[in-house]
């Protein structure tokens, strides 16, 4: 089991209904964690639009998480 | 800075303290439109993830500064609500000459919208508000949204 800290941004904290949140997981991957937070708040995206912030740096969704890691999860951008 | 966010109106004065060499300023100025796939927007709402928009909005101007042939490079991206005519993001290059300062400037904004972390909801003025997806946006032969979603 690992602990996480998660930041929702935009869409995604439309859904959650707040900005972050203290997880404890089974999932081994960013990429799992996506699924499972998927399930849990019905997001309406695929897994080839989102990309994930481990540590506030942009990571593979393959990433193995780690205890007390920072997860974003970002939808796609549209700044400009 | 290279590369800044702001919740506060952009200042678009240009310091007269550029490089000596620089012969030709481009800059580009991304505004608050009313219409927006022939919705009626009556603002616009930005959200940043500060820490990494201002790391890849750094990595952005680095790279330019070392593929073009420029002298400065400088870009600043408004969060917050915006009024319509409000200046979203302000973009700079100072070149010798002017083809390279053209170049990096579009170089600048097309990254900007490909990569920092940055969200654009809209609101229109039956009062629904979307968070408008811009997947494409970057692509010169597709510069509007064409999708959106709500929630």
């Not at chain 2, 909801?121 to 968070?131: C, F, L, Q, R, V």
Request: some cysteine.
């Amino acid at each position: 089991m690992t602990t996480l800290q998660i930041t929702y941004f935009a869409a995604l904290r439309d859904t959650t209904g707040y900005a972050e949140e203290t997880l404890t997981t089974e999932m081994a991957t960013a990429k799992a964690l996506f699924h499972e937070l998927t399930a849990k708040y019905h997001w309406p995206f695929a897994e080839t639009d989102i990309q994930v912030a481990i540590n506030d740096r942009y990571q593979s969704t393959d990433t193995l998480l780690k205890e007390g890691d920072r997860i974003v999860f970002i939808p796609p951008v549209a700044g400009g | 800075m290279l590369f800044q966010l702001t919740n506060q109106p952009i200042e678009t004065l240009i310091s007269s303290s550029l490089h000596p060499h620089t012969g030709g300023i481009v800059t580009f100025e991304g505004r608050v439109r009313a219409i927006n796939d022939d919705r009626e927007v009556s603002s616009l709402e930005y959200e940043a993830y500060p820490e990494l928009a201002l790391h890849e909005g750094h990595t952005i101007i680095s790279e330019v500064l070392e593929q073009f042939d420029i002298l400065e490079a400088r870009a600043i991206h408004r969060t917050g609500h915006l009024a319509i005519g409000d200046i979203a993001v302000w973009i700079m290059s100072a070149a010798v000459h002017r083809k390279e300062a053209f170049a990096a400037t579009e170089y600048i904004i097309n990254a900007i919208k490909t990569s920092v972390p940055i969200w654009k909801k809209e609101h229109y003025s039956n009062g629904e508000a979307i968070w408008v997806r811009c997947d494409r946006c970057a692509d010169e032969h597709n510069h509007t949204a064409k999708e959106v979603f709500s929630l």
